[in-house]
Nanobody, 117 residues
Protein backbone atom coordinates (compact mmCIF):
# COMPACT_ATOMS: atom_id res chain seq x y z
CA UNK A 1 0.00 0.00 0.00
CA UNK A 2 1.27 3.46 -0.92
CA UNK A 3 1.48 6.11 1.79
CA UNK A 4 1.84 9.81 1.14
CA UNK A 5 2.89 11.95 4.10
CA UNK A 6 3.23 15.73 4.14
CA UNK A 7 5.25 17.63 6.73
CA UNK A 8 6.60 21.10 7.38
CA UNK A 9 3.41 23.06 7.85
CA UNK A 10 2.98 25.61 10.60
CA UNK A 11 2.31 29.23 11.43
CA UNK A 12 4.31 32.08 9.97
CA UNK A 13 4.01 35.84 9.71
CA UNK A 14 3.30 37.56 6.39
CA UNK A 15 6.46 37.79 4.34
CA UNK A 16 7.90 34.68 5.97
CA UNK A 17 8.94 31.36 4.50
CA UNK A 18 8.15 27.69 4.97
CA UNK A 19 9.22 24.51 3.23
CA UNK A 20 6.82 21.61 2.91
CA UNK A 21 7.95 18.05 2.30
CA UNK A 22 6.09 15.08 0.89
CA UNK A 23 7.37 11.54 1.35
CA UNK A 24 5.94 8.70 -0.73
CA UNK A 25 6.34 5.06 0.21
CA UNK A 26 6.38 3.56 -3.26
CA UNK A 27 8.66 1.12 -5.01
CA UNK A 28 9.47 3.41 -7.94
CA UNK A 29 9.17 7.13 -7.22
CA UNK A 30 10.76 8.23 -10.47
CA UNK A 31 7.67 7.51 -12.59
CA UNK A 32 5.38 9.69 -10.49
CA UNK A 33 4.10 13.09 -11.49
CA UNK A 34 3.94 15.06 -8.25
CA UNK A 35 1.87 18.08 -7.32
CA UNK A 36 0.78 20.30 -4.47
CA UNK A 37 -2.79 21.43 -3.96
CA UNK A 38 -4.37 23.51 -1.22
CA UNK A 39 -7.81 23.95 0.25
CA UNK A 40 -9.53 26.36 2.59
CA UNK A 41 -12.81 25.54 4.34
CA UNK A 42 -15.80 26.06 2.09
CA UNK A 43 -13.77 26.22 -1.09
CA UNK A 44 -12.67 23.69 -3.68
CA UNK A 45 -9.20 22.24 -3.60
CA UNK A 46 -6.97 24.28 -5.90
CA UNK A 47 -3.81 23.51 -7.81
CA UNK A 48 -0.59 25.08 -6.53
CA UNK A 49 2.36 23.52 -8.38
CA UNK A 50 3.37 20.44 -10.33
CA UNK A 51 6.63 18.70 -11.18
CA UNK A 52 6.52 15.84 -13.63
CA UNK A 53 8.68 12.74 -13.58
CA UNK A 54 10.84 14.40 -16.26
CA UNK A 55 11.07 17.64 -14.21
CA UNK A 56 8.68 19.81 -16.17
CA UNK A 57 7.32 22.39 -13.72
CA UNK A 58 4.33 24.66 -13.62
CA UNK A 59 2.72 26.89 -11.02
CA UNK A 60 -0.59 28.53 -10.31
CA UNK A 61 -0.45 32.22 -11.19
CA UNK A 62 -1.10 33.12 -7.55
CA UNK A 63 2.19 31.59 -6.38
CA UNK A 64 4.52 32.19 -9.34
CA UNK A 65 7.74 33.83 -8.28
CA UNK A 66 7.15 33.03 -4.61
CA UNK A 67 6.94 29.23 -4.44
CA UNK A 68 9.46 26.68 -5.72
CA UNK A 69 8.69 23.01 -6.24
CA UNK A 70 11.40 20.36 -6.39
CA UNK A 71 11.92 16.65 -5.99
CA UNK A 72 14.57 14.18 -4.88
CA UNK A 73 13.89 10.83 -6.51
CA UNK A 74 16.57 9.05 -4.50
CA UNK A 75 14.85 10.07 -1.27
CA UNK A 76 11.36 9.59 -2.75
CA UNK A 77 10.41 13.09 -1.66
CA UNK A 78 8.98 16.28 -3.10
CA UNK A 79 9.26 19.76 -1.64
CA UNK A 80 7.55 23.11 -1.81
CA UNK A 81 9.57 26.10 -0.71
CA UNK A 82 7.22 28.99 -0.02
CA UNK A 83 8.49 32.51 0.44
CA UNK A 84 6.91 35.97 0.68
CA UNK A 85 3.92 34.27 2.22
CA UNK A 86 0.60 36.11 2.31
CA UNK A 87 -2.46 35.60 4.52
CA UNK A 88 -4.29 34.29 1.46
CA UNK A 89 -1.82 31.40 1.30
CA UNK A 90 -3.39 30.07 4.49
CA UNK A 91 -4.78 26.61 3.70
CA UNK A 92 -4.32 22.90 4.15
CA UNK A 93 -1.69 21.82 1.64
CA UNK A 94 -2.01 18.39 0.06
CA UNK A 95 0.54 16.29 -1.77
CA UNK A 96 -0.63 14.43 -4.86
CA UNK A 97 1.20 11.60 -6.58
CA UNK A 98 0.05 10.29 -9.94
CA UNK A 99 1.64 7.47 -11.87
CA UNK A 100 2.79 8.32 -15.38
CA UNK A 101 2.13 4.70 -16.42
CA UNK A 102 -1.28 3.90 -14.96
CA UNK A 103 -4.37 5.48 -13.44
CA UNK A 104 -2.98 5.15 -9.92
CA UNK A 105 -3.23 8.34 -7.90
CA UNK A 106 -2.53 9.00 -4.25
CA UNK A 107 -3.19 11.84 -1.80
CA UNK A 108 -1.71 12.71 1.54
CA UNK A 109 -3.67 13.78 4.61
CA UNK A 110 -2.58 17.41 4.31
CA UNK A 111 -0.56 19.84 6.39
CA UNK A 112 -1.85 23.16 7.70
CA UNK A 113 -0.15 26.40 6.72
CA UNK A 114 -1.29 29.54 8.52
CA UNK A 115 -0.02 32.99 7.56
CA UNK A 116 -1.02 35.58 10.11
CA UNK A 117 0.39 38.49 12.04
Amino acid sequence: QVHVVESGGGSVQPGGSLTLSCAVSVRVFGILNMAWYRQVPGKEREFVARITYYNNINYADSVKGRFTISRNDAKKQMYLHMSSLKPEDTAVYYCNAKSSRSADEYWGQGTQVTVSS
